[in-house]
């Protein structure tokens, strides 16, 4: 493992924020490069998928794509980052009289719809959602992604420790709620991109039936009473 909202139709959006048709051209570039990349990587395969691959399936040049993405790995998250910055925000925006567990839950689940609708102003959610699936059995690909979600997670971090007027650094409770939350979530996308249903729903599902066992599970006794 989200937007605010959508932007104003064309008619209606003020002048000023509309891009120009240069700036359209380039967008539409960007997102048929991401398109025919994950398109590759989930027909073909990450790793038998070269640069030039996905130029030529966008019927641009190498020097093109290298204008958009710094490599094939880039152009492979580039639609994760978005969801990412999507929940980042989203914590930010939490009521601070949130215990932060509830506040890391809570913006997950006003970021699942935006999600969608934010993958889909690039590529297909159903694309996006079965490069998911690649993800797993793909080792560089996995390798990528929990570095990444690494990296997230200090950053998630860092937020709660200023939202709970804590030092990151001394009081470690910031970065064991995240890694909490992390696990559950790295966890929930395992078993999901095993089953059949691959849409975002299931996985939405799936990641809510594992936080609800967060507390149960780490401060009940798991034994059953003696009889």
């Known amino acids: 493992m989200k937007v605010a909202g959508t932007s104003a139709p ?3 959006a003020p002048a000023a924020s509309r891009p120009g048709l240069r700036e359209l051209k380039k967008q539409r ?12 990587f989930t027909e073909r395969g990450y790793e038998e998928t070269t640069v030039d691959d996905i130029a030529e399936a966008a019927d641009v040049s190498q020097r093109t794509f290298f204008r958009y993405f710094a490599s094939k790995e880039d152009a492979a998250f580039f639609v994760a980052r978005l969801a990412e910055s999507h929940f980042v925000r989203a914590v930010l925006a939490r009521p601070p009289e949130e215990a932060p567990l509830d506040a890391l839950r809570r913006a997950l689940a006003e970021s699942w719809s935006t999600i969608g609708e934010a993958v889909e102003q690039l590529v297909p959610l159903e694309l996006h959602m079965r490069f998911y699936r690649v993800i797993e059995s793909t080792p560089a690909l996995l390798a990528a992604h929990l570095r990444r979600a690494t990296e997230l997670e200090e950053e998630i ?11 990151v650094d001394t009081d470690p409770r910031p970065r064991v709620v995240v890694a909490v939350f992390g696990a559950v979530m790295r966890v929930t996308e395992r078993i999901w991109s095993a089953r059949d249903d691959a849409s975002l729903a299931a996985l939405r599902d799936l990641t809510a039936d594992y936080l609800d066992q967060v507390a149960p599970a780490l401060t009940g006794n798991w034994r059953r009473a003696e009889t």
Request: charged share 35%.
């Open 29 to 40: 570039t960007r997102d048929l490069l991401l398109r025919s990349a994950l398109e590759l």
């Open 157 to 167: 971090a860092r937020v709660v420790a200023v939202r709970e007027g804590l030092d």
């Open 10 to 12: 064309p008619e209606t």
